[in-house]
């Protein structure tokens, strides 16, 4: 038999009274309760992940929403971009960069209660690698040739060949762990060892997350008790939404001419970050006159940069010579190696034998970027005779068809998001069809070692083959735009990988 106290009067008026000293103290401090318990976030993004398993699929939102949050990998990528221990606590390399020894953390599980151990890292690794793979980065596992598990704790990955950025790349989203149980399904309902649950999708418009009760790493103390990602694309809505306090915060804000209008607002602040985001003019380098070197150069020296940036993004960016960002291992300032000058960019093409120039057409996603630039670089090729036409190319199916897949096109345009893939240049086939055995050579060598130092000098060689051969245009690098309350802690201002990590972020009391 169950028995129900009531609680007497006095136990309310005690009640009321430690209540009433928590209000006042609270407001003694300025603070509302609400405020003071604040644990939810509202998340703005231009774009809506097309699924939420970025080990399936390539689109940069996809990890923007779950990596790190819903999905963790056996090492991450902080945000200075070092490699730090994750699922794997530790590991070990043999001396001749065959044999990765993996000791994983004890007592993980997925959100739906099954085990992460060293059986579920193999499902995962094998999923990545295997041959009815999907993977968008199954070349980064191609070397792993078998894998072991001798004990629950304990993986070891077994290479053909040495792989000097192997580590690198298990930090990526394309890489994290998956359960055997639930990763058929993560595309619409995502299960991760990380800090949030899914929760829900509201296609079109928001994307919910919780806080996981049971999460594994105890030296973490997340804030956060619910974030939902919100999916606004239009521009002036975006900064709408955040005037307004419908959004929190506005990690990559998609305007940069809207960012003076936060100019004193005193509950919002702007923040200018680093990123990967490489925007480039790709050419198709077995079209003509494309296929000839001296075109491609004299295209570049018909470009100032510093011009193209404040035209396409408000003046935010930082110009590039080759395809690498000041974020990079190994980075070389190589903008002067082809520097703007129209003088010798008309007697290289005089020299190539278009001494009147040459007419094409400039394939351009309809990404804001992208036709900005292309506006701007048309009326610099115009100064040295050559016609460029601008094609409006929806993105992604329109231009994945025509440009990547169907390498269709002249010139295009595109932002790279990818961290250290200047390797793209030698994989084949590729959209830009450019053929370099001595560049090839050198992405062969960068494999080989693991030394950062010898990996940074080839890095340097390998852009430098890229600055004088101009396979792209190479324009300049786009900023993290962040804007956000000024009462929100923790949020990434720079971006080594593209990623909301909400594992830190908290709100002032």
Known sequence: MTTFLRPSLGDFARRLACGAALSAGLLMLGLTPAEAAKTTLNLGMSVEPTGLDPTIAAPVAIGQVTWQNIFEGLVAIDESGKIVPQLAKSWEISADGLTYTFKLQSGVKFHDGEAFDSAAAKFALDRARGKDSVNPQKRFFATIASIDTPDPQTLVLHLSSPTGSLLYWLGWPSAVMVGPKSSANDKTTPVGTGPFKFSSWAKGDHVELTKSPDYWNKSVDVKLEKVTFRF?????????????????????????????????????????????????????????PFDDKRVRQALMMALDRKTIIEGAWSGFGTAIGSHYTPN?????????????????????LAEAGYPNGFSFTIKTPQMAY????????????????????????????????DVFSGRNYDMTIVAHAEPLDIDIYSRDPYYFNYKNPDFNELMK???LTADPVEQNKLYGEAQTILAEDVPALFLFVMPKLGVWDKK?????????????????????D
């Open 232 to 288: 606004i694309s239009d521009p002036q809505a975006e900064a709408a939404a955040l005037k307004a306090g419908d959004v929190d915060a506005f990690p990559e804000f998609a305007a940069p001419e809207l960012m003076s209008s936060f100019d004193g607002d005193p509950r919002l602040m702007t923040k200018i970050g680093n990123t990967e985001l490489k925007v480039v003019a790709g050419m198709n380098n077995t079209r003509k």
């Open 328 to 348: 990079d291992p190994g980075y070389k300032d190589l903008t002067g190696t082809l520097p703007y000058d129209t003088a010798k960019a008309k007697a290289l």
């Open 370 to 401: 992208a036709p900005r630039s292309a506006q701007v670089m048309q009326a610099m090729f115009a100064d040295i005779g050559v016609t460029m036409n601008i094609e409006p190319t929806e993105f992604p199916a329109k231009w994945v068809q």
């Open 445 to 447: 060598k960068i494999q």
């Open 488 to 508: 929100l802690k923790g949020l990434w201002e720079s971006e080594p990988i593209p990623s909301n990590v909400l594992t830190n972020v908290s709100w002032e």
